[in-house]
C-alpha cells in the first residue's frame, strides 16, 4: 500500500497516542513554562483546536503574547499568510529591539 503525506500526520498521532493519554490522566511530570517571548496567533474557526482553549497558554509560557485570527482555521499561515507574515515581523521586530 503506497503511503501518502496525509498517511504520515496519521502515523504521528498514533506513535504519541500513549504519551498522549497519559498526560491527559496526569500521569506526566509537570515541565517548567517557556522563558523565551512566545507568539502564538489561533485560527479563530479552527475545528481542531479551538480557540477557548487559549486560556491555558500561560500556563505554557511566561512571555507570552497571543490573539486569535477570527477569520481562519487551523493553518492561519496558509490562510491568512498576510495576516500571519505580519504578525512574524511585528513580533520578532519587538523582540530584536530588546
Known amino acids: 500500500m503506497k503511503q501518502s503525506n496525509l498517511q504520515g500526520g496519521f502515523n504521528w498521532y498514533n506513535g504519541a497516542r500513549r504519551p498522549r493519554l497519559a498526560v491527559m490522566r496526569g500521569e ?7 522563558a523565551a517571548p512566545t507568539r502564538v ?18 500556563e505554557y509560557s511566561t512571555d507570552l503574547e497571543a490573539s486569535v485570527a477570527s477569520d481562519a482555521g487551523h493553518f492561519v499561515q496558509m490562510e491568512q499568510p498576510e ?4 504578525e512574524i515581523r511585528r513580533f520578532f521586530g519587538r523582540v530584536m529591539a530588546g
Open 28 to 34: 506526566t511530570p509537570a515541565v517548567p513554562p517557556i
Open 83 to 86: 495576516l500571519a507574515a505580519e
Open 41 to 58: 496567533l489561533w485560527g479563530g474557526r479552527d475545528p481542531i483546536i479551538k480557540a477557548e482553549w487559549m486560556d491555558r497558554l500561560p
